[in-house]
């Protein structure tokens, strides 16, 4: 048997490691929200349980203690049955977990933030050859309520957070969303004005859509329009920009429009709930860039003709090919120049500016 309990606190302290180092790079209203999170998966609380304000802000006092002791810290190794590995090497580590169904994550997030987490390894199959990994109640997280990530060319699905993520895109929709979120819950029988039937229909409608996450991975995975080591390249030398922003956007649009992403999926398996979902939830530059969806989907409600989400589809990729060819051209250029700050400049003035988006001289 393995020390399950030491596993986990090993895995929390580099979750509070990071957490302490990375805290600044949100405002002060996304830091509260993710520290919100925090808090109810520590608590065990249903999605739209909220905490008195008071006993939340104590809590939030003692782990801004915890992250001031430990903000010069290192990450740790992580020590199973006497061995210790590094905190990334994910498939050592889950060598000696597998076989007590538990399952490690590890990996790098917006800003290369560090995130970590530890679940049990509920269910494993395999989509399109890759193989998919359903895990149960995380035994350590950090800041990050991350419905699904790609590891070691593997998927994992966190349920749990899917779930919260999926309750606050709900709770926290935009204006200009709601009339897609409504569409969206309409197939499930359940009301966004209706705390109630949302929070019954919550699990059935979050188990439904965890194709959706899946597909997006997996189109991550499948998708080549991108050089997957340039973009690694982009968003190490130029983290807290708008440019990293922008790649991660345009990456994310080329996956789920790509012939294996999620939003291919939904429109081969007429998913019309996904469908709405994903319009709904369709914001920030994402939304800037691949405009043609939302004007579509307007459509598609009165005639449900597929093929104009097909058109916005294909119309969607071509135009963040035509924008990630440039960012490439650019920052590679800027790289033989050894003039970065330039190449971003320049990617902000050709791609950024006329989305009405970045800096002016």
């Known amino acids: 048997m393995i020390a399950v309990e030491e596993i986990a606190r090993q895995v929390l302290r580099n979750c509070s490691v990071s957490d302490s180092k990375y805290a600044g790079n949100y405002s002060v209203c996304g830091l509260a929200m993710r520290l919100r999170d925090l808090y109810k998966w520590e608590k065990g609380l249903e999605p739209w349980v909220e905490e008195e304000p008071p006993v939340l802000l104590e809590w939030i006092g003692r782990k801004e203690e915890e992250w001031d002791s430990l903000v010069d810290s290192d990450l740790e190794e992580i020590t199973i049955q006497g061995v210790s590995y590094r905190p990334f090497d994910v498939e050592m580590i889950n060598e000696r977990l597998e076989p007590h169904g538990l399952c490690y994550g590890a990996g790098f997030v917006h800003g290369l933030k560090p995130t970590f987490f530890l679940a049990p390894l509920e269910e494993k199959k395999k989509v399109d050859g890759i193989e ?8 350590a997280r950090d800041l990050l309520t991350l419905p699904a990530m790609t590891q070691e060319e593997s998927i994992l699905i966190r349920r749990e957070s899917a779930r919260l993520f999926l309750w606050n895109q709900i709770f926290f929709i935009k204006k200009s969303g709601r009339e ?6 309409e197939g499930y029988g359940a009301n966004d004005l209706d705390a109630v039937s949302l929070q019954r229909n919550l699990n059935r409608i979050c188990r439904d ?3 959706t996450y899946i597909f997006h991975e997996l189109g991550e995975i499948r998708e080549t329009a991108f050089d997957r080591e340039v973009w690694r390249e982009i968003v190490s030398q130029l983290p807290h920009t708008l440019v990293e922003i922008l790649v991660r956007s345009l990456k994310d649009i080329l996956a789920d429009t790509g012939e294996h992403g999620c939003l291919s999926h939904i429109i081969r398996q007429r998913k019309t709930s996904s469908l709405a979902f994903y319009t709904a939830f369709l914001d920030g530059l994402k939304k800037e860039l691949f405009h043609d969806l939302p004007a579509a989907f307007n459509r598609f409600t009165g005639s449900e003709d597929w093929s104009l989400i097909e058109e916005a589809s294909v119309s969607g990729y071509r135009r963040a090919k035509k ?4 960012v490439i051209s650019l920052f590679l250029e800027g ?10 400049k320049e990617i902000e003035r050709q791609v950024l500016r006329p989305l009405g988006i970045g800096r002016s001289d």
Not at 323 to 326: G, I, V
Not at 335 to 344: C, I, V
């Open 323 to 326: 924008h990630a060819d440039t």
């Open 209 to 211: 859509e965890l194709e």
């Open 335 to 344: 790289k033989e120049r050894g003039d970065l700050k330039r190449a971003e």
């Open 180 to 185: 897609a979120l409504r569409f969206a819950l």
């Open 132 to 139: 998919i990994s359903i895990l149960g109640r995380e035994l």
